[in-house]
């Protein structure tokens, strides 16, 4: 199944904004973070290819919508607009509902698409009632 963005797109987009790919050893439960003043995305080097790609196109959410600690604002509210923006790149709209048609289970979903099941949670929860659509 063809997905929205590859990781090669991914890695053009990380580009596009200047910012450097960096995997590594990352502190417990942490998968990967945005470091605006370095201008480097971390990725914990012990990902999946599918978690790469998710964890990748979450942080540059926060890249994209210009996230920085030192700026203030609401933490929480950043973390769902760096979700809806990976979800928004990962799934493609028509090839989820044909996939949804099939099975509406989210992990058959993530599997399909080649992302994680919270980039799914995402997708439902942040994008689809957005379109004026509701998941079933």
Not at 4 to 14: C, K, M, P
Not at 27 to 51: H, I, N
Not at 55 to 81: F, I, S
């Amino acid at each position: 199944m063809r997905n929205s963005a590859s990781l090669e797109t991914l890695q053009a987009l990380a580009r596009s904004y200047g910012v450097a790919i960096v995997s590594t050893s990352m502190p417990a439960g942490l998968l990967g973070c945005y470091l605006p003043d370095r201008a480097c995305v971390y990725l914990d080097a012990k990902l999946t290819p599918m978690e790469v790609r998710s964890v990748l196109a979450h942080e540059l959410g926060h890249v994209h919508h210009g996230h920085a600690e030192a700026a203030g604002g609401d933490p929480e509210a950043w973390e769902r607009q760096a979700d809806a923006f990976a979800a928004r790149l990962l799934i493609d709209c028509d090839e989820y509902a044909s996939l949804e048609g099939i099975s509406d289970d989210p992990y058959f979903l993530a599997d399909s698409l080649d992302v994680t099941v919270s980039v799914i949670d995402a997708f439902r929860t942040l994008c689809l009632p957005r379109m004026g659509i509701v998941s079933r």
